[in-house]
C-alpha cells in the first residue's frame, strides 16, 4: 500500500526509482515491484479490510490477504504516527486499539500462523502495547515519548530518502539470503540507540516460539513447498493450433 | 452492462496495480460516435459502449510489471528484455496500452478468436539528457543490447525509418540490413529498414545486436501534425471559469470533419448555453451535437460535437461553467491540489498530403492518381487532449475541530461563572493568625482552654 507516489513523480530527478542512500547504489523500488493499493485507495478501511477480509466480492485476487492458519505474516508500517496512533494520507488515523482488535478478528478466523509487525514511526511502541492475540511479535523503532529520526538527506532531491531505523533495518537484512539461520535475537539488536538516535523496541510475550528459534526467513522470503508425485494427471482437451497461413 | 463493467474494472486494477476500481458511474460515459468497437462484432449499438477516464491516475514501475508478465516470454528473452523500468521512464512521454478485440481465427472466419496486443510507446530525448553527439542507440536507449528473439514468438522484428534518408546523407545506420519493408503510416508511405530478430545472422558475430543511429548533418524536417489540439481553463475565482478547446487543422487547403468528445465530472456544472465554436472569427456551427447533462454524484457530462475544420485555421471551443460545492465527506485527502478533468478526445479522418501531391503522376500511371489508392488518401487518428486541473472551493477541514475547542470553552467558561455566582455563598473569613498565636492555641486547645 504506498498513499503517495514516489517514484514516477515528476519531481524525481530520476524516475521509477528511490534510493536508500544519496550515493544511489540500492535502487528499492526494483524492476518488479507490485502495489496493490496506491494513492486514494490506501485508507484506514481498506486496510482493516484486507487484514480481516471483509471485502466486497468483486475484489481481485491480487488485492486480497489469502492467509489461512498456516501462512506467517510480515506487516510493516510507516509514516507520521504518535502515542497510540499512525497517520494515513494527511486526514485519517489507525489507532491502536483497532490495529489489535484486527488481530484479534484475523486470530479467531485463523488466518495467521505467526505475524510479525515491524513500525517505524515516533512512538511506534505505542503502537503493539495493546495487542492481546497469540502468536504476534512486534518490533518499533521508537519507545513512547521518543521520536523517529530520518537518515540523511540527499541535496538533489530536496528530502530525506529513508528513515534511520528503516535504513538500518535494510542494510541488516540485505545481507541475509534465502539460507540465512539467522534467528530474532539478531533483528531486535538492529539500529541500536548509537546509531538510531531513538530507542528500538520489541514485545515477544505473545509469541509462543521462543524468538531465538525463530529464523527471520520464516517471514522474510517465501520457500514454495513442493510436493513430488508420480501419479499421471490428464489435462482436459488440447488446446487446438491456430493454423499456419 | 453496468455490472460487468464494474467487475471488469475492478479485475484489470488488480492485474494492473494501477486504481481502475475508482471508475464508476462518476467518471463513465457511454459515446454515442466517437469511439466504435474493433474487430468483427455484432453490430455498433453504442448502448453497450462504455468510456472512462482516470486523469488522476499515474504510471509507474508497478504498472509495467505486470504488463511485460503478460508476454509470452515475459522480460527474459526477445525485445522485451529492453523494457527496465528505469531506462523507459525517464522519457519525455510514456504509454502503455492493452487491446483485446474479437478476431477470426481462420480465413473462413467460422471460429472467433480473442487477439491480444500490448504495446508500448516512450518518446526518448537523448539530445536534451545530456548526451551531447546526436547518436541513438539501443544501448544508449535502454543500456542493454539484444541478444536473442522470444523463442515463443512468431516474428520479432526492429524497424527503422529510413524514408527521409534513402542515400544515407541524414544518418548512418549500423549494423547494415538488406532487409527493406515499406508501410502506409499516417497517410504517408514509409520505408524501414528491418532486423529480424528470428535469424541468427541478424547478431552477427558479437552475438549481441545494438542497432546505431548516428547523424551526420544537423538539419532535419520537423514532422509538423495536420491535426493537433490543446485546452486550457480560463477565468478567475473560485466560482466560475471557462474551458478552451482549441483544435489545429494544419492542412494548407483541405477542411475535414472531427468528432470531439468531451466528458466533464459533474462538480463542474457546464452551461452550455454559454457553447461557441468559432473558426478564423467566424461562427462554425457543428453539424451533429450529442449531450447527455450531468447528474449530480451520479453522471458526467457528455459532449460529443462534429465540427468541420477550415484549412489552415484554428477551431475555438469555448464553454462556461460553474464550480459546486462538494460535501465535506467526498474531498479527497488533498483537496488543494485541485480536481482532474479527464482529457478530450478528438477523432477524425484527416486527409494525407500525399492525395494531392502532383509529383506522383509523372512516376504512376494516370489511373491511380484518379482513383487514389484508398489508404493513401486519409488516415484515421486520434488526439488526447491535455487533462485540466481545476481548483474547487475548499472548505478548511480543521473548522470543526476549532469550532469545538472554542464552544466547549465559551461554555465552560459561562455557564461556570454563571453556576458559581448563583449558588456560591460568601462568607468572611478570619484572617490567619501569627506563628506565636497560632502555637498558643495548640497549647490552650491541650489544656482545653479556648483559643485566643
Known sequence: ?245 | VDATWKELTNVLSGIFCASLNFIDSTNTVQPSASFKPLGIANGTDHRFLRYATLPREIVCTENLTPWKKLLPCGSKAGLAVLLKSEKLFHSSFHSQAVHIRPVCQDQQCKTMSLELRQTLNVVFDLHTSGQGKREWSLFKMFSRTLTEACPLAASSKIYIDITDNPQEEQFELSPATPLLSQAVVLGDRRTFSVYDLTQQVTFGTVRSLNVLIRWKSTEGDMLRPLLHAERYVAGYGLQTGEIHTLMYNNHPFRSFPVLLLDSVPWYLRLYIHTLTVTSKGKDNKPSYIHYEPSKDRVRPHLLEMLVQLPPHSVTEITVQFERALLKWTEYTPDPNHGFYVGSSVISALVPSTVAMNTNITEEQPLFSTFFPCKEESSYFVRVYTEPLLVNLPTPDFSMPYNVICLTCTVVAVGYGSLYNLLTRSFQIEEPNPGLAKRIANIIRKMRGVPPL
Open chain 1, 1 to 245: 500500500m504506498l498513499a503517495d507516489d514516489m517514484a514516477c513523480n515528476h519531481r524525481n530527478p530520476k524516475p521509477a526509482t528511490v534510493f536508500s542512500h544519496k550515493n544511489m547504489e540500492l535502487n528499492v523500488y526494483g524492476d518488479d515491484v507490485e502495489v496493490d493499493y496506491r494513492g486514494y485507495e490506501v485508507t484506514v478501511e481498506n486496510f482493516l479490510r484486507v487484514l480481516t477480509g471483509r471485502l466486497p466480492p468483486s475484489t481481485p485476487r491480487s488485492k486480497r490477504l489469502l492467509s489461512d492458519d498456516r501462512s506467517n505474516i510480515l506487516i510493516y508500517l510507516t509514516g507520521h504516527g504518535g502515542n497510540g496512533f499512525l497517520k494515513f494520507q494527511d486526514s485519517e488515523e489507525i489507532s491502536n486499539v483497532e490495529l489489535a482488535d484486527a488481530f484479534e478478528q484475523m486470530w479467531q478466523k485463523r488466518r495467521y500462523n505467526e505475524l510479525l509487525f515491524i513500525i517505524d514511526t515516533c512512538q511506534g511502541a505505542s503502537m503493539y502495547e495493546r495487542f492481546y492475540s497469540p502468536n504476534i511479535m512486534a518490533l518499533a523503532s521508537s519507545q513512547v515519548g521518543e521520536d523517529s529520526l530520518s537518515h540523511q538527506p540527499d541535496l538533489a532531491i530536496g528530502v530525506h530518502l529513508m528513515d534511520r531505523y528503516t535504513f538500518y533495518l535494510l542494510e541488516f537484512l540485505e545481507d541475509i539470503h534465502p539460507a540465512s539461520k539467522a534467528n530474532m535475537n539478531d533483528l531486535f539488536k538492529v539500529c541500536p540507540r548509537s546509531q538510531c538516535v531513538s530507542t528500538p523496541g520489541h514485545r515477544t510475550d505473545l509469541f509462543q516460539r521462543d524468538p531465538g528459534s525463530v529464523l527471520i526467513t520464516d517471514f522474510f522470503g517465501s520457500v514454495r513447498k513442493v510436493e513430488i508425485t508420480t501419479e499421471a494427471v490428464n489435462l482436459t482437451d488440447p488446446i487446438k493450433q491456430v493454423e499456419e497461413r
